[in-house]
């Protein structure tokens, strides 16, 4: 999937109900370190807000 122009993948658990996120900035893969969401819309929330914070981080940077 893609937001805002960077693709994340949600991944499926191997319990039920079991999410994990991981963004591509870059085409790195940035994992979300031990969160397990218990929705697949929270879990895109989340990315969605990973990525926000990625891009803020990213244009405060390029003003330096």
Excluded at 28 to 43: Q, T, W
């Amino acid at each position: 999937m893609e937001y805002r122009g960077i693709r994340y993948t949600i991944r499926a658990g191997i319990e039920r109900r079991q999410y994990r996120v991981v963004i591509h900035p870059d085409e790195v893969e940035v994992p979300v370190k031990n969160k397990i969401f218990l929705s697949r819309e929270d879990a895109e929330a989340y990315a969605r807000r990973m990525i926000n914070r990625w891009l803020e981080g990213k244009t405060v940077n390029e003003r330096q």
